[in-house]
Antibody
Framework: DVHLVESGGALVSPGGSLRLACVAS????????MYWVRQAPGQGLQYVSS????????YYEESVKGRFVISRDNSRSTLFLQMTSLQREDAGVYYC????????????WGPGTLVTVSS | SFRLTQSPSVSVSPGQTATVTCSYV??????VNWYQQRPGQSPVLVLY???KRPSDIPARFSGHNSGTTATLTIRGAQDVDEADYFC???????????FGGGTHLTVL
């Protein structure tokens, strides 16, 4: 079975930094593009960032460009999201997700990790 | 990036057909995926490439995409189908995913 488990969510002050991690298991990690998708409390899903099967192809939602960096360690089947200059609007549950069944289709999601930005 | 428009809510009686729509001017030229999210749970892929169902999704879920609108149809809606539904596609200019705002489906 595919498993994605996020960690690293926490309470952080505005302007602070966090590093999220997602450990994958049950599939060949280096064959799948991976995503971070977030969801503010009571709101919809918002794409944050994605990465190709290696560290070369990375993409970002406009509001996080220059502040967030996505990366992956295929040897450890782990996805990362380094977040800096955090703003209140960045708060929410961050999901790690796998692109699998088709291009651009996310076929597995982790349970999410909560990021709270507050002073 | 562009926006996908969904109605905030849809209601249907058990056993009836529910229709959830997603709109964008060029949507018919793009592949659309649909996700179901029950309260307190992570999203689940229910349709991809407009009409395809993952193997564990019931056949009562179907899709269509043409012109400016993609549609998720649930025939014979059940209580367990009550959830938020999100459409999603791909912005080929930026290489990023785009989600609709979500539709809450009530079955009562």
């Amino acid at each position: 079975d595919v498993h994605l488990v996020e960690s690293g969510g926490a309470l952080v002050s505005p302007g602070g930094s966090l590093r999220l991690a997602c450990v994958a298991s049950g599939f060949t990690f280096n064959r799948h593009p991976m995503y971070w998708v977030r969801q503010a409390p009571g709101q919809g899903l918002q794409y944050v960032s994605s990465i190709g099967t290696n560290d070369i192809s990375t993409y970002y939602e406009e509001s996080v460009k220059g502040r967030f960096v996505i990366s992956r360690d295929n040897s450890r089947s782990t996805l990362f999201l380094q977040m800096t200059s955090l703003q209140r609007e960045d708060a929410g549950v961050y999901y790690c997700a796998r692109e699998g069944v088709a291009l651009g289709a996310i076929d597995h999601w982790g349970p999410g990790t909560l990021v709270t930005v507050s002073s | 990036s562009f926006r996908l428009t969904q109605s905030p809510s849809v209601s249907v009686s058990p056993g009836q057909t529910a229709t959830v729509t997603c709109s964008y001017v060029l949507l018919g030229t793009l592949n659309v995926n649909w996700y179901q999210q029950r309260p307190g749970q992570s999203p689940v892929l229910v349709l991809y490439q407009d009409v395809k169902r993952p193997s564990d999704i019931p056949a009562r879920f179907s899709g269509h995409n043409s012109g400016t609108t993609a549609t998720l149809t649930i025939r014979g809606a059940q209580d367990v189908d009550e959830a938020d539904y999100f459409c999603q596609t791909w912005d080929t200019d930026t290489g990023t995913a785009v989600f609709g705002g979500g539709t809450h489906l009530t079955v009562l």
